[in-house]
């Protein structure tokens, strides 16, 4: 599995205009969670805390499209008639792209809150921000393997913008309250994580028009919960569809 990452690394250290793309995609995502009305201030903990939603989805969505690009061409099939185990592939990529997550954008961000509103950034915080990323590049890459690319990396960037829309229509309808199930969305708990210390809640659900309130208790051990499921059940999926492809390919 290491050769599988090494060749993947020197896949895209080789095409230039990739490695450049992906670095100045990153800077720039970095660089975004800390703009406000005011300007851009990377003292101020509660941009970030506003942005990171966006910042991770874009993060996590420009790596794992790089990381999955061999599913677009014949690479990948190279790979399965070689007889790697379906398994093998799918781990290697999703941790080649956290790697490439936590170099380029997990790590600049947490050194420059902590440089710069250090007080305000607790170690809990940037453990559960960083599980979330590891679930959404876990998600990510599993939907590239399942539809073979760019089209499962669309498919992420939609299913994570909406993901709360289907509970706010049943909530609206039957009247149900479906707070409970909102804290275990990775979208919901960017926005919680850290959000009662930093950012004020009521202005949270005004300004982002929120039509569910946010029950950030227990908040740690919802994201625990929510990766291992959302981690057991994708992974099947990826590890299903890649196998079917081997059996369908060696025939």
């Avoid at 230039?16 to 995502?29: A, D, G, M, Q, Y």
């Amino acid at each position: 599995m290491s050769n599988l990452m090494r060749a993947e690394w020197f896949r895209i250290r080789r095409s230039k205009n990739i490695f450049i793309i992906l670095l100045s995609t990153e800077l720039v995502v970095l660089l975004f969670q800390f703009i406000g009305d005011d300007g851009f201030r990377i003292n101020a903990a509660e941009y970030f805390s506003y942005h990171a939603n966006m910042g991770v989805m874009m993060a996590v969505f420009t790596v794992t499209l790089i990381v999955s690009e061999p599913f677009n061409s014949k690479l990948a099939d190279y790979e399965i008639m070689k007889g790697t185990p379906p398994m093998h592939t799918i781990i290697s990529k999703t941790l080649m792209s956290l790697i490439i997550e936590t170099v380029t954008y997990y790590l600049p961000t947490m050194i420059l809150l902590k440089i710069f509103d250090g007080e305000n950034i607790t170690l809990k915080m940037m453990m559960l921000l960083y599980l979330c990323i590891i679930k959404l590049t876990v998600v990510s890459m599993s939907l590239a393997v399942i539809f073979k690319g760019m089209l499962g990396n669309m498919l992420f960037f939609f299913v994570l913008s909406f993901a709360n829309i289907p509970l706010v229509l049943i909530s609206g309808v039957t009247g149900a309250d479906l707070t409970q199930l909102t804290s275990y969305m990775t979208s919901t708990q960017l926005v919680m994580i850290g959000g009662t210390d930093i950012l004020d809640m009521s202005k949270v659900f005004e300004e982002q028009d929120m039509l569910m309130s946010l029950d950030s208790a227990h908040i740690g051990s919802k994201v625990i919960i929510s990766l291992a499921a959302v981690t057991a059940v994708m992974t099947a999926l990826a590890y299903r569809a890649l196998k079917c492809k081997k059996q369908i390919d060696t025939v």
